[in-house]
C-alpha cells in the first residue's frame, strides 16, 4: 500500500469517527431544553398587597458577610503601613543627611 493510499484511508476513518461522536444528543429530545421565562424575577411571584416577603436563611448571614467583609477591607486598606519605596528613600535619605551634620528641613 502506498503512502498515500495510507495516508486517505486514515483521514477517512477519522473523519467517520468525527461524525459518530459529533451526533450525541444529550437532552434525547425529551422536554424543554431550557427553564422556561416565567416573567417575574428569580422566578418568585409578587406578593399580594399588605404582605412582606420572607428571607431565605442565607440571606441575612450573605449580607453581614459581604458588606461586613468590605467594610473590614477598606479599614485595614486605610490604616495598612507605607510600604512604599520613595517613603523609604526619604526616610534613608535624612538619616545620612542628619548623620553628616546636614539640615534635612527647607525653609
Known amino acids: 500500500m502506498s503512502s498515500a493510499a495510507l ?42 398587597p399588605g404582605q412582606k416577603r420572607a428571607k431565605e436563611p442565607w440571606e441575612r448571614m450573605w449580607f453581614w458577610g459581604m458588606y461586613g467583609g468590605m467594610a473590614a477591607g477598606a479599614v485595614m486598606l486605610y490604616y495598612k503601613p507605607d510600604t512604599s519605596i520613595q517613603t523609604w528613600a526619604l526616610n534613608e535619605a535624612k538619616k545620612r543627611m542628619e548623620a553628616r551634620g546636614e539640615k534635612t528641613d527647607y525653609p
Open 7 to 48: 495516508s486517505r484511508s486514515l483521514r477517512a476513518s477519522n473523519t467517520r469517527s468525527l461524525q459518530r461522536a459529533g451526533r450525541r444528543y444529550a437532552s434525547h429530545g425529551h422536554g424543554p431544553h431550557y427553564n422556561e421565562p416565567s416573567g417575574y424575577i428569580f422566578s418568585e411571584k409578587p406578593l399580594p
